[in-house]
């Protein structure tokens, strides 16, 4: 079968391509490897998929060309992507710091997406298992479902986070067998694993969650921090594992809105008699307290304020503002959001898409050297390439 426009990937990306070039009057198919489009789809945003972001800005992207993103950005806003899931009558809130959210479930955006590729006439195929790509004059592919060929082949086959959900290094090797550079990928918006004592803790801890602020070498966040069996995840961690490198260190301040030694002096000058430990729990969980302070820190918490040193206060603040860690890696691919690194942009228009060494070969989405904060940014990266993609295809 010949047609105009091949995607590689049902993603987000994929079928945003693929809806938008249809539109145009190109003969479009998606081809996907898994039994299902959009599975990430389904399963972003703990089912209800961060599908955008009120404040998209171009420093909420990592790449190696910082200035990439920009222009796909700028053309397709999520002004834009919001329109068109208030047109599909999709209800949706801001959950917090810009984050939309459908109120039902992250299915009604990927039906959006299937009906417009379906009003549009753009085919997809599922369970599809490509098996070989040249390019003549025009790019051949064959695959389970038989030999197609067409103008033009987009690969949107997303990242290598989550393999059981069909995710491959598809995209990645295709690139290469075109000759194009691809930068080196790593697990990222991922959970850091802890050893010895730190992952005691953790572990005695799961479940538990704080507001902290956290920081790397380059860069600081504020949001919850959630202990897990194997060290620590929540949104601030997640952000924060975009600027980590193995080996480094992040510090972590447990209790921002307040200052230690200014406690202490406000309790002192009300004389008050209860327990270091009683005071701290209106601060802080009392579970933490006693696993953290007590038995990791080995902080005496049973005398009374004014017993304290203020050298003692001073290490009880260390202990409180300045938790310093080194994580001992990350849960990897398996947990990741996404993949950092990828096809290297410079290899890539950033206004069509198109390998600039390859004439009809483009590249959208994840697969690219783009990789978002947490809070909607990675979507709307997959429709903001995806849609530009498709003017071009
Ligand atoms: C658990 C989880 C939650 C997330 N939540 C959010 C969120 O709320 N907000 C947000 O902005 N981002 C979120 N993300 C990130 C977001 O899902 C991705 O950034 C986005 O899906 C990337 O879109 P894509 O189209 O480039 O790739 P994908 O959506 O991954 O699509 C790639 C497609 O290519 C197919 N494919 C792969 N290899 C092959 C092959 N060899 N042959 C054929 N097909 C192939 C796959 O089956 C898949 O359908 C989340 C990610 C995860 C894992």
Redesign the pocket.
Known sequence: MNVDVIV?????????CAASAAKRGRKVIV????NK?????L????G??????LDIRPENYLSQNPHFCKSALSRYTQWDFIALVDEHGIPYHEKTQG?L?CDNK?SDILNMLLEECHRANAAIHTS???TQIQKDEHFQLETSLGHFSCDSLVI????L??PT????G??YQLAQQFGLHCLKTDAA?VPFTLSDKNQHLAKSLSGLSLKVNATSKTKNFIDDLLFTHRGLSGPVILQLSNYWQLGESIEINLLPTQDIPTLADNWKQEKTKKELTSLLSHHLPKRFIQQYLSELCGFDLTKTISSYSAESIEQLSKHIHHWSITPSGTEGYR????TSGGVNTDEISSKTFEAKKVPGLYF????LDVT?W?????????WS??WCAGQYV
């Not at 959900?165 to 491959?168: C, K, P, S, Y």
């Open positions: 590689i990937g049902a993603g987000a990306a994929g079928l945003m081809l996907d490897h898994a489009p959009g599975k990430k789809i399963m972003s945003g703990g209800r998929c961060n599908f955008t972001n984050q959210f992250a599809c298992a490509i949107a086959s997303g990242g986070s989550i959900m069909g995710a491959t598809f995209g918006l947990t990741a959001e996404v959208i989405g994840e697969v978002g947490l809070g909607g940014f990675n979507f709307q990266w997959a390439s995806g």
